[in-house]
């Protein structure tokens, strides 16, 4: 079993910044494909950013390229997502997942574990 655990959300103003963090349990943890996922009031999950195993392949929802990047340190079994000049329709809970397939698929019913998300609101 791999947990997963989730950090870093919280109140920020349009315009500013906040950093996500993901820890995951497990030594199979760098053959992974990695990804944050979204969910808004009202609204479907929708992905935001993956990361593939060997770090050096990313994705990115339209929505947030330019200003969401994610990265990963397979020695600490950490993903992070720095999200800048963020928006009120960033507003959400934000979850990491992990995909043991090794990719990191748009597709959410691809990721096996996942985190109990944190939420991130920006404020007008």
């Known amino acids: 079993q791999v947990q997963v655990v989730e950090s870093g959300g919280g109140l920020v103003q349009a315009g500013g910044s906040l950093r996500l963090s993901c820890a995951a349990s497990g030594r199979a943890f760098r053959n992974y494909g990695m990804a944050w996922f979204r969910q808004a009031p009202g609204k479907e999950r929708e992905f935001v950013a993956g990361v593939g195993w060997s770090g050096l392949n990313t994705f990115y929802a339209d929505s947030v390229k330019g200003r969401f990047t994610i990265s990963r340190e397979n020695a600490k079994n950490t993903v992070n997502l720095q999200m800048n000049s963020l928006k009120p329709d960033d507003t959400a809970i934000y979850y990491c997942?992990?995909?043991?397939?090794?990719?990191?698929?748009?597709?959410?019913?691809?990721?096996?574990?996942w985190g109990q998300g944190t939420q991130v609101t920006v404020s007008s």
């Open positions: 997942a992990a995909d043991t397939t090794g990719w990191a698929n748009q597709n959410g019913e691809q990721y096996l574990y």
